[in-house]
């Protein structure tokens, strides 16, 4: 089973500041690798893919790094509404036994 | 537009069941892989189970032990998501999910429904 560990657990920026959020897991997943954002009272929303693929409507600000073990989000200039959870997710080993997710980080102000 | 829409959450007493659905839209939904993915209170999204876009092969958790059994109706547009022996433990906010396929897996969840909350407790 692969675990997927986050650093830090919280992480406190200034808006217009950059954040830079880890995951690593416990063996490879190649770039097989996403990263979520989670609001309070919503469900998580899709930012990356492939390790540095944006999804879908996500803006630039936000990209990802990373491949085999070590993987980095990193929103470059952070908006108000970035302030949430983020969790990473691996792809590479399916079905995963128990939990693909990481256990997020949450970025405050 | 892409919509999940779940609904059967509620409250049940520990021993119990529950039938959890979701309701798809504005994709074709017999193309896709699906999932459920739940949230305790205060925790990270857990996956549950998922199930092939035929429905022929579905998986899960190792923890949930065959209490749990995922289907879908695909003349429907609905996911299903089956709940036995229910414990305190299962208390959680249940998700749908989308499964979008990159490199030949369709693991990554591109889109989510809103959850409903299923709590377990006499």
């Known amino acids: 089973e692969i675990v997927m560990t986050q650093s830090p657990a919280t992480l406190s920026v200034s808006p217009g500041e950059r954040a830079t959020l880890s995951c690593r897991a416990s063996q490879s997943v190649s770039s097989n690798l996403a990263w979520y954002q989670q609001k309070s009272g919503q469900a998580p929303r899709l930012l990356i893919y492939?390790?540095?693929t944006r999804a879908t409507g996500i803006p630039a600000r936000f990209s990802g790094s990373g491949s085999g073990i070590e993987f980095t989000l990193t929103i470059s200039s952070l908006q108000s509404e970035d302030f949430a959870v983020y969790y990473c997710q691996q792809y590479n080993n399916w079905p995963p036994g128990e939990n693909t997710f990481g256990q997020g980080t949450k970025l405050e102000i | 537009e892409v919509q999940l829409v779940e609904s059967g959450g509620g409250l049940v007493q520990p021993g119990g069941s529950l039938r959890l659905s979701c309701a798809a839209s504005g994709f074709t939904f017999s193309s896709y892989w699906m999932y459920w993915v739940r949230q305790a209170p205060g925790k990270g999204p857990v996956w549950v189970s998922r199930i092939y876009n035929d429905g022929s092969i579905a998986n899960y958790a190792d923890s949930l032990k065959g209490r749990f059994t995922i289907s879908r109706d695909n003349a429907k547009n609905t996911l299903y998501l089956q709940m036995n022996s229910l414990r305190a433990e299962d208390t959680a906010v249940y998700y749908c999910?989308?499964?979008?396929?990159?490199?030949?897996?369709?693991?990554?969840?591109?889109?989510w429904g809103q959850g409903t909350l299923v709590t377990v407790s006499s």
């Open positions: 999910a989308r499964g979008y396929c990159t490199n030949g897996i369709c693991s990554v969840f591109d889109y």
């Open positions: 492939g390790a540095s």
